[in-house]
T-cell receptor
Framework: GQNIDQPTEMTATEGAIVQINCTYQ??????LFWYQQHAGEAPTFLSY????GLEEKGRFSSFLSRSKGYSYLLLKELQMKDSASYLC????????????FGRGTSLIVHP | DGGITQSPKYLFRKEGQNVTLSCEQN?????MYWYRQDPGQGLRLIYY???????QKGDIAEGYSVSREKKESFPLTVTSAQKNPTAFYLC???????????FGPGTRLTVL
C-alpha cells in the first residue's frame, strides 16, 4: 500500500518560521504536491515538486529529496491567516494523474 | 469567471434517503473527481472521470454512484447503502495530461 506521513498538528508564533515535514513510502513516484486548506474550504494549490531541491514562492518554499522519500514545506514570516491544514500528496506513476493524499497537518499560528 | 462550483454548501438528509451533490466546472477540464474528507483524515477518492460517459471507481466507491453525461458536470449520488455518509465532499478537476487539480468549495453533508 501507499504510506504518506505528516505530523497531525503544529503550533507556531506569528512572524516565526515553521517547517512541515512529509515522508512517503509509495510504489513509484512522479511528483509531490502541497495544498493549503482553511477550515471548511477547498484545498488550494501551493507547490508541485518533481525534481530534488528547494523551490521558493514568496513566503512559502517546498523541498524534495526523492532518495529519502522526504519533502518539507517551509513557511516564513508567519501570519495569522496561515493557520490552516497543509496537505501533502504524491502523484504515482500511471496515466490517471490522481494524487494520493496524506492526512494533513493542522498548523495553528498564535500571536 | 472560470471555476468549479458545488451546491449546496450544507446539506441535511434523513437516514435512508438518497442525495445528489452537484459539481459543475467551466474550466473546460477533461477530468473530474470526487473526494470525501473526514475529520483528521486525508482526502479519499470516491470516483473519477477522465472523459464524458466514462468513470472509474476510486478507493471508497461503495455506496456512491456518479454520472458524466456532460463535460461540465459530474454529480455524485450518496445512496442509502453508504453506511456513514456524513462528511465533507470535495469535487476537483484538471486538464487531461496535467498534474494540478483544482477544487470546488465543497459540500458538507450531514445525515440525521
Amino acid at each position: 500500500g501507499q504510506n504518506i506521513d505528516q505530523p497531525t498538528e503544529m503550533t507556531a508564533t506569528e512572524g516565526a518560521i515553521v517547517q512541515i515535514n512529509c515522508t512517503y513510502q509509495t510504489s513509484g513516484f512522479n511528483g509531490l504536491f502541497w495544498y493549503q486548506q482553511h477550515a471548511g474550504e477547498a484545498p488550494t494549490f501551493l507547490s508541485y515538486n518533481v525534481l530534488d531541491g528547494l523551490e521558493e514562492k514568496g513566503r512559502f518554499s517546498s523541498f524534495l529529496s526523492r532518495s529519502k522519500g522526504y519533502s518539507y514545506l517551509l513557511l516564513k514570516e508567519l501570519q495569522m491567516k496561515d493557520s490552516a491544514s497543509y496537505l501533502c500528496a504524491v502523484r504515482l506513476p500511471g496515466g490517471s494523474y490522481i494524487p494520493t493524499f496524506g492526512r494533513g497537518t493542522s498548523l495553528i499560528v498564535h500571536p | 469567471d472560470g471555476g468549479i462550483t458545488q451546491s449546496p454548501k450544507y446539506l441535511f438528509r434523513k437516514e435512508g434517503q438518497n442525495v445528489t451533490l452537484s459539481c459543475e466546472q467551466n474550466l473546460n477540464h477533461d477530468a473530474m473527481y470526487w473526494y470525501r474528507q473526514d475529520p483528521g483524515q486525508g482526502l479519499r477518492l470516491i470516483y473519477y472521470s477522465q472523459i464524458v460517459n466514462d468513470f472509474q471507481k476510486g478507493d471508497i466507491a461503495e455506496g456512491y454512484s456518479v454520472s458524466r453525461e456532460k463535460k461540465e458536470s459530474f454529480p455524485l449520488t450518496v445512496t442509502s447503502a453508504q453506511k456513514n455518509p456524513t462528511a465533507f465532499y470535495l469535487c476537483a478537476s484538471n486538464l487531461a495530461g496535467t498534474d494540478t487539480q483544482y477544487f470546488g468549495p465543497g459540500t458538507r453533508l450531514t445525515v440525521l
